[in-house]
């Protein structure tokens, strides 16, 4: 089992840039596919990026342009990096873990953390 603490949420002005960080404990993080999802109030959850144990990695079409997702093995961390923060970027950003390949479906990631709170003002 893997647990999961995200951190590095906040407020920012747009335009501005965040980098999130997703902090694993517990056994065998390099077998794990990590995802970031967003929700916002009265959306849905939604799917940022993923990254596979490969390092390969997806996105959400309309945010790759401006969302990097990396991970450091060694340190059981994934990092999401924003940049050009629009205030509709504004969400509780969730770290995700799964076994299997890199997916954007919420349900096959059986691992989750609390979130972090992202807040872009305009």
């Known amino acids: 089992q893997v647990q999961l603490a995200e951190s590095g949420g906040g407020l920012v002005q747009a335009g501005g840039s965040l980098s999130l960080a997703c902090k694993a404990t517990?056994?065998?993080?390099?077998?794990?596919?990590v995802a970031w999802f967003r929700q916002a109030p009265g959306k849905e959850r939604e799917f940022v990026a993923a990254?596979?144990?490969?390092?390969?990695?997806s996105y959400q079409d309309s945010l790759k342009d401006r969302f990097s997702m990396t991970r450091d093995n060694t340190k059981k961390m994934a990092s999401l990096q924003m940049n050009s923060l629009k205030p509709e970027d504004t969400a509780t950003y969730y770290c995700?873990?799964?076994?299997?390949?890199?997916?954007?479906?919420?349900?096959?990631?059986?691992?989750w953390g609390q979130g972090t709170q992202v807040t872009v003002s305009s």
């Open positions: 990254i596979d144990f490969g390092g390969g990695t």
């Open positions: 517990g056994r065998s993080f390099t077998s794990y596919t």
């Open positions: 995700a873990a799964q076994r299997l390949g890199r997916s954007s479906s919420d349900p096959k990631y059986g691992y």
